[in-house]
Every structure is written in structure tokens, then in C-alpha cells.
């Protein structure tokens, strides 16, 4: 199998789009998802997940039973967050940064460990134009939200578990606001923090599409794509708060508006992705309140559902392709 394969064949398109009805909600919670499931056994691994949604989501499995490593940028303070949660390890990892990518993946693999879960959590937000890989030619949001989990997945694939195995991608309803730019992905003229932001959440979602019919071609590993839903983390953090209030997220007082969720809420959807045994069968999804999302029919981000640029298989496809040549990745292993 290799990343030149640019169309799932008509057996491996993506899942349709519609509730399956798992009984959840967006008032769900990570203890309400995870109610009498046990991952005692089973190794997870969390890219921020240390901070925000991403503390949630390594908390919810590390008290089901799952061995939670957290890779990190910054590890003495995850380290820190995470003191006093149980069967969890933090390492380093620069997902803005190929070759830090590249000595994680060789660590763990040399180790001959397997990951059950794997969550593609981290990102970064409307922050200012920021070049980071070869030259400082990658946009961040596309190189961290995007090339630095698709770099992370393809090096780590060899230890993901035949059969078993699902590898969920943070996405968000930011994808309503741009499909790929194809011929200008890194911004190099008129850049926009929210389009960036976009555009990476749209990556993340398409990453999903075309993994998952890889993968179900070959080793049985499942994907998905979930939206979290409206939530105020530290991921606001290159926001001023006057924008904030402006934007009405929240009131004066900090009191986050109504359709937020909490970060319990919020993480919900990432861990029901990565358990629920309602989504076998329904490999490559966008998720949204604990159940498969259903097609946009409004521009309304509160609303949410997906984007049909967000479910092409041809630009899926197409991303894969595009992304592997960038980050100098050949086969899927």
C-alpha cells in the first residue's frame, strides 16, 4: 500500500453521514460515555493531552484502565497537569518540528510497544502568521493541526493494532469556513488567522476520510474525524478576551455563553470515537455529540454537522498525497 493509491475503490468509501442514535448527546459527558466500559490492557496515546479537552480525554482513560502516554512540547508542565492521575507518561514531542516527530516515533517503535488509541488532539488557533518546518515555509496551523499528526500516525502505524485499533482526529465546525486552499495551503500571500485555522481543521477531517480506506484495505485500523463542540480552552489563548465577549462567547464575567460546552462535554465525542463499539461499521465518520454527525444544512458553527469539501474522497486523496511529499513520507507501513 502506498501513498500513491489516490482513490479508495467503491467498497472503501467513506461511511454516510447520518445519526446512528447512540442514546448520547451534546450534554454528555466523558464519565457518561466511558460508563462500564474498561480499557484495563490498553495503551492510548493523546497529543495534548495535558491541557483543555485534551487533560479531559487522558483523564476519562486513564480512570477506564488505559496506559495513557502524552506526548508534549512542553513536558515538565504536563507533568505537572497530570500529577496524581494514574498509568500515565509523559514524553517529548514538537509536533511543529519533523525530525522531534521522527525521534518520538523511533523510541517508541524500537520499544515494540502498540497503541489501541491514538487521538490527534493538539492544535493551535488563530495565532499570529507563525512559519515553522524546512525554511519556515509551512504555515503552523497546517503544519502543526495537520502535517504534524499525519507524520505522527504514518511513523507510528507499524504499532497501532491490526483490527482493533482507531486513530480519532480532533477536527472542529471551523471547517465551514474553507475547503484546502489548493494553491496556496501555506498562506504565503494574505494571510487569516481564522481561514488558516479553518483550512487545518478541514486537513483534519480529510486525513480521516483517507486513512481509514487505507487502512481498512489493510490492517483493520479504523479513523474518525470528531467536532468537539463550542468549548473556552486554553486553544483560545491567542484570542484577547475583548474579542471573546465581542465574538459572544462569553458575557463580561467570563460566563461562557449558552451552547458551550464543558471540557468534560466537550471531550465526550474524541472518547465515545475511540470506544464506542456503535461505530464499527462506520469507519472514516465526522462526529459530533457522541454519534455520527449528519450534513451540514446551515452555516451555523453552534448548529454544526459537516461540510461536504470535508468528506471528499478525491480531496482526500488528494491532501494524502500532497502531505506526504511535503513531510518526505513514503509508503504507509
Given amino acids: 500500500m502506498t501513498t500513491q493509491q489516490q482513490r479508495p475503490s467503491a467498497r472503501q468509501q467513506p461511511t454516510q453521514q447520518h445519526s446512528i442514535r447512540s442514546g448520547f448527546s451534546a450534554l454528555s459527558t466523558v464519565d457518561d460515555v466511558l460508563d462500564g466500559v474498561d480499557l484495563a490492557g490498553r495503551t492510548a496515546l493523546v497529543t495534548g493531552g495535558y ?3 485534551g487533560l479531559e480525554i487522558s483523564r476519562a482513560l486513564s480512570k477506564a484502565g488505559a496506559h495513557v502516554v502524552v506526548p508534549a512540547r512542553r513536558p515538565d508542565a504536563a507533568k ?16 511543529a518540528d519533523q525530525d522531534s516527530i521522527r525521534g518520538f ?15 490527534n488532539n493538539a492544535g493551535v488557533m488563530a495565532c499570529p502568521e507563525t512559519r515553522v518546518g524546512p525554511d519556515g515555509a509551512w504555515e503552523s496551523h497546517f503544519a502543526i493541526n495537520h502535517l504534524g499528526h499525519f507524520a505522527l500516525v504514518n511513523r507510528l502505524y507499524p504499532a497501532l493494532r491490526p483490527g482493533t485499533a482507531r486513530v480519532v482526529s480532533v477536527a472542529s465546525s471551523g471547517h465551514f469556513l474553507s475547503d484546502i486552499r489548493w494553491s496556496d495551503p501555506h498562506f504565503r500571500e494574505g494571510y487569516d488567522r481564522w481561514l488558516a485555522y479553518a483550512q487545518s481543521k478541514t486537513a483534519n477531517a480529510l486525513f480521516a476520510v483517507h486513512l481509514d480506506s487505507l487502512s481498512a484495505a489493510g490492517n483493520g485500523v479504523r479513523a474518525f474525524a470528531v467536532h468537539p463542540g463550542s468549548i473556552l480552552t486554553p486553544l483560545q489563548r491567542h484570542i484577547p478576551r475583548e474579542e471573546q465577549i465581542a465574538q459572544g462567547w462569553m458575557s463580561e464575567d467570563g460566563t461562557p455563553a449558552r451552547g458551550f460546552k464543558t471540557p468534560a462535554q466537550g471531550a465526550a465525542t474524541a472518547v465515545w470515537a475511540a470506544t464506542s463499539p456503535l461505530l464499527d461499521g462506520h469507519g472514516g465518520a465526522y462526529c ?33 498525497q500532497l502531505s506526504a511529499e511535503l513531510t518526505g513520507l513514503g509508503p504507509l507501513a
Fill in 288 to 320: 459530533q455529540d457522541c454519534d455520527v454527525a449528519e450534513p451540514a444544512t446551515t452555516d451555523d458553527m453552534l448548529i454544526g454537522g459537516v461540510k461536504p469539501w470535508a468528506r471528499d474522497p478525491e480531496s482526500a486523496a488528494r491532501l494524502w
Fill in 51 to 53: 491541557s483543555g479537552l
Fill in 80 to 95: 505537572a497537569a497530570l500529577r496524581g492521575t494514574d498509568r500515565v507518561e509523559v514524553q517529548a514531542l514538537d509536533l
Fill in 105 to 119: 516515533a523511533d523510541r517508541f517503535l524500537a520499544a515494540r510497544r502498540t497503541l489501541d488509541i491514538l487521538i
